[in-house]
């Protein structure tokens, strides 16, 4: 009973935290530690003792799954390089590093302890950096990263502090060391990927959401669980298992399946996540009462404390800069053609927040180990001080080196034409079936696939004080549903309907409601960063110069007709005129025209739509 109240407590202040830090515009992580520490020193909160198992085997697993489903194959794959240099070669090196320190600076730790330190430390937390990064406006690549980095970091760190332990115990040989990274990863691999073809084979055969749902709610603990009854990576099979379920869900599942898991997950992983950093901040008190046996002087703690800190930051700048000049050497940007400034890289080592990995892996280390208690309390500093130090510093570098954060305008430019590619599609497949349409059924199809086009292309305009078509359809489509709703309530307090049926009805509404209110918050967000940024004077002086144009629709490219290509949406250049196909076509030549004539400002050659996009300042009007 009381284990039961202490549960239900803890997410109730979890969940308090969440909103009060939502209220005051700080990320919740942070607050949280914060809180977490000042509860620890209350008489009535009683001291909770961070088991690792109930980390490494209980809260890894889901938490790596849920990021690792809904992380994207193909960004991965594109930032591989970087990702693996971040994921295995900084773990290596900050072992490495701080293990050094650690040797030189407390009397009495041989090497193996120290590197088990190191590896301790090494590996920065993905839900810390992620939450921040995406609260302030990280630009995607470098959340990507981190998220990327953060999926595999935890299988090197605690595969180092294995052998670091190992070695300490009975000793280890060089060839052993790298023998257990080749098993590790190997056998992860192989554990993920037959996880996937399992599963996969089993999704194929399950059209209920509820058995699909429960099916993956067992996955990541199997994979782990296999993968470490052979020796294997426990992290690196549920990071395959979950990358290769999410990029093919579309395929293996059914669209209520994907809809159901994709709620559940994110629910856990919300709950999970925040409850981690509470219990990180826990552990403050019990942590500095055990120091008091320590035979080290409080100068000395203090100091290793202070010293490791700074390393384990100034470590990975290091790495990053190194890896990035000497190894990377990242070439021009896709989309806006310019090689990523220096701050990028600069964010990408700051945000180098450690978490409960660390606290929980430092609990691994022998309790017959000299000085344990100061390296307990090292792991602790590390943590609390990352958070803290580079945690609240990160939104205002970002705002001081000037990094421009994802544009719902660019998104809503993205999304219109992703889905006028799949209208496209949709109508040749049209063309292609055979049926006997003597109610209208195609038309009313036809009309329908303009409408969802219309409103997504609506998303662009920024005109102030003017409701859009689609805004007027929300509008008055979701005051029906709530007097529909109110009729059906009405009708199930008579109980003359089975209750299966009204909630049944119930549901279709919801459905129809959620997704209008989906596309009113987008194009809510679109509309205030419009107005945002034409206020505060960030302004394109190129999209004033060249005004919108009243000219007919194109019809061709005549570089795609010249290379035996198709275009999918055509664009018009209005310094010169010229038309051609956008960044969704095979060719880009739009796209190809500005980096051979440096003309910034194209306007949209398609029927009813006139915004304009400047390559130069990357923003639409």
């Not at 293990?99 to 330190?117: C, F």
């Not at 398609?606 to 009007?621: I, K, M, Q």
Request: charged letters at 20%.
């Amino acid at each position: 009973m009381d284990v039961a109240f202490l549960l239900v407590a803890l997410a109730v202040c979890v969940l308090a935290g969440v909103v009060v830090a939502d209220r005051v515009k700080v990320p919740a992580p942070l607050l949280l530690v914060v809180a977490g520490v000042a509860a620890s020193f209350l008489p009535f909160v009683p001291q909770l003792h961070l088991e690792p198992e109930v980390v490494l085997f209980g809260l890894l697993p889901p938490l790596l799954y849920s990021a690792a489903i809904t992380s994207s194959l193909g960004d991965f794959n594109a930032n591989r390089r970087s990702i693996l240099l971040l994921s295995v070669g900084l773990v290596l090196f900050t072992t490495a590093g701080v293990g050094w320190l650690v040797h030189a600076m407390v009397p009495g730790i041989s090497w193996p302890i120290a590197l088990a330190l190191g590896a301790v430390v090494a590996p920065p937390d993905a839900v810390a950096a992620t939450a921040i990064g995406r609260n302030i406006g990280l630009p995607r690549r470098i959340v990507t990263i981190l998220e990327g980095e953060s999926l595999f970091n935890d299988a090197t760190a605690l595969v180092s502090l294995r052998t670091a332990l190992a070695a300490a115990a009975v000793g280890v040989e060089a060839w052993h060391v790298g023998w257990d990274f080749v098993v590790a990863a190997g056998g992860g691999v192989l554990v993920g990927l037959v996880g996937f073809v399992v599963v996969g084979w089993l999704r194929k055969r399950i059209t209920e959401p509820v058995l699909d749902v429960g099916l993956s709610f067992v996955i990541p603990f199997a994979c782990f669980l296999a993968a470490e009854r052979i020796h294997a990576s426990g992290v690196v099979s549920v990071v395959v298992a979950g990358l290769l379920l999410g990029h093919k869900a579309p395929i293996l599942q059914t669209a209520q399946s994907r809809i159901a898991e994709r709620i559940n997950w994110r629910t856990i992983a919300f709950l999970l996540e925040n409850t981690v950093f509470a219990l990180i901040g826990l552990q403050a008190q019990w942590l500095l009462q055990d120091l008091a046996d320590s035979s080290l002087s409080g100068a000395r703690i203090v100091a290793v404390c202070v010293a490791t800190v700074v390393a384990v930051i100034v470590l990975r700048l290091v790495w990053v800069f190194v890896a990035r000049y000497a190894l990377v050497r990242p070439g021009r940007d896709p989309v806006t053609g310019q090689v990523p400034s220096w701050s990028f890289t600069f964010l990408l080592g700051w945000a180098g927040m450690r978490g409960v990995v660390t606290l929980a892996a430092a609990f691994l280390i022998p309790e017959d180990t000299d000085h344990r208690e100061v390296l307990l309390i090292i792991a602790f500093a590390v943590v609390a001080g990352t958070l803290l130090i580079q945690g609240l510093s990160l939104p205002w570098l970002a705002r001081r080196l000037k990094v421009p954060a994802p544009d719902p305008l660019d998104d809503a430019l993205a999304r219109a034409t992703l889905l006028q590619q799949a209208g496209k599609a949709a109508l040749e497949e049209l063309e292609r079936i055979e049926y006997d349409d003597q109610a209208g059924v195609c038309d009313l199809i036809r009309q329908r696939l303009d409408q969802r086009n219309f409103a997504a292309w609506e998303r662009l305009g920024t005109t102030a004080d003017e409701e859009s078509p689609a805004a007027l359809y929300y509008r008055i489509r979701t005051q029906m549903i709530e007097a529909e709703r109110r009729r059906i309530l009405e009708i199930r307090r008579s109980g003359n309907i089975a209750s299966e049926v009204i909630a049944d009805v119930l549901a279709m509404l919801d459905v129809e409601e959620s997704m209008l209110d989906s596309a009113e918050q987008e194009r809510d967000e679109a509309a205030a960063y419009a107005q945002r940024r034409w206020s505060t004077g960030d302004s394109c002086a190129d999209l004033e110069r060249f005004p919108a144009v009243d000219a007919p629709p194109a019809t061709y490219c005549q570089a795609c007709l010249d290379e035996g290509t198709r275009w999918v949406a055509l664009r018009r250049c209005l310094e010169c005129g010229n038309v051609a196909c956008c960044d969704s076509s095979p060719n880009q030549h739009a796209t190809r025209h500005f980096r051979e004539a440096q003309h910034a400002v194209m306007q949209s050659a398609e029927p009813g739509e006139d915004w304009r996009w400047c390559y130069v300042h990357h923003l639409t009007a």
